[in-house]
């Protein structure tokens, strides 16, 4: 429950659940059938277990992975389905009832998914450029958008390949469904002549995609974009608040220190939610370039990752465990409900940011 993949039930739909039991009058050989088959337990304490052996199996076919269901898939259907579940696209899972994807949000909303590609490239430098810097201006673009945490997570390379050569599935920027390359600069320093990882193949490849504009090049995107020397709408005390929630898990104190100045975290997170609200009602069309910059399936350092503050530790793992965050609510899913509400009205955007500030948290098991 605690995941989002099982809905916590509402005292009506509870109630209804009763109701539909008592209309239906469901015989105890039909339940015996249903849950045990043939072989129906002697004893209380073995129809308890038999039960609750069923019942999880029912609910590991829906929602647990299957070892065969996405050989056939290509890399980008995987990673479609991925992100509706929130898990890595080399996942194999069954049939399950997902929440909607961010395309589907986006399209049901009027809009065109930005593309994988040249236009996709383009779409995204008009947005850093204009209206997305109009706003933020060059300081905080550089730190919520216009970087390698959102942009170009996968790295400096197009693709990364098999022993023979051919391209391996779901790998470098291109397989992992991004547009920028973090790099070009530095994709020649390693995979170049007397590089660390020399690979013609992989400069030939990704130098191709770079010169015809299907990829772009963050580095440059980012130079200019310091050319525009856009100020954007925050002062230095804002600005400062901002910083300070996307450096949480980094924060000297940790926790303790994350606890203490809560109050200003919150005014940094409502500042930068605010402010792609600012962007959305001043061009309604940067709709879904803030949905591809908000959420990508792969990105543990996405600002809007970051809202979940980091507020309380979980002891007990064995010494030599890795620590892993446990988020109140999956951040797929919430940047899915952000999206509904940037639409949505001025009360309700202003009831989604007060819910968030107080509400979507993080833990560290520890």
């Known amino acids: 429950m605690a995941q989002g993949r099982i809905p916590y039930l509402t005292t009506t ?8 039991y008592n209309r239906l009058t469901p015989l105890q050989p039909a339940l015996n059938q249903h849950f045990f088959g043939s072989m129906i337990p002697s004893t209380k304490t073995n ?11 029912k609910f590991t076919m829906e929602a647990a992975p299957s070892t065969e269901a996405f050989k056939a898939k290509t890399s980008v259907e995987r990673a479609m389905i991925a992100e509706r579940l929130q898990v890595s ?11 909607d994807s961010k395309k589907e949000i986006i399209i049901k909303a009027g809009y065109v998914p930005v593309e994988r590609g040249k236009v996709g490239v383009d779409r995204t430098r008009e947005f850093v450029l204009g209206g997305g810097s109009d706003v933020f201006g060059v300081e905080l673009m550089r730190a919520l958008i216009a970087t390698n945490k959102v942009l170009s997570t996968a790295g400096n390379r197009a693709y990364s390949y ?5 391209i391996k599935s779901g790998g470098g920027a291109v397989g992992g469904g ?15 002549p007397g590089g660390k990882k020399a690979n013609a193949k ?30 954007g709408i925050y002062n230095a005390k804002d600005i400062a608040a901002i910083k300070r929630f996307i450096a949480h898990k980094n924060a000297k104190g940790g926790i303790k220190n994350n606890t203490k100045d809560i109050a200003e975290i919150n005014r940094g997170k409502k500042l930068m939610l605010d402010g792609f609200r600012k962007i959305y009602e001043a061009d309604n069309s940067t709709f879904p ?4 910059v908000s959420y990508s399936f792969n990105s543990n350092k996405n600002p809007f990752r970051d809202l979940a503050t980091l507020v309380g530790g979980m002891e007990g793992l064995k010494k030599g465990t890795k620590t892993w965050e446990e988020h109140m609510m999956q951040f797929g899913m919430y940047t899915n409900e952000m999206l509904k509400a940037l639409k949505g009205s001025a009360k309700g955007w202003s009831s989604f940011v007060n819910w968030s500030n107080k509400n979507y948290l993080s833990l560290i098991h520890i």
Do not use: P, W
């Open 13 to 20: 739909q509870q109630k209804n659940g009763a109701d539909l």
């Open 47 to 57: 129809r308890k277990r038999s039960l609750a052996r069923s019942m999880a199996i």
């Open 89 to 99: 696209q080399e996942a194999k899972f069954a049939k399950a009832k997902v929440m």
């Open 162 to 166: 098999n022993k023979d050569g051919t």
């Open 178 to 192: 991004y547009n920028f390359i973090s790099n070009a600069l530095t994709l020649a320093n390693v995979y170049g």
């Open 202 to 231: 992989t400069i030939k490849d990704t130098k191709a995609l770079l010169e015809a504009g299907e990829l772009g090049d963050l580095a440059v995107l980012q130079k200019e974009l310091s050319a525009t020397k856009k100020e």
């Open 289 to 292: 370039l803030i949905a591809e």
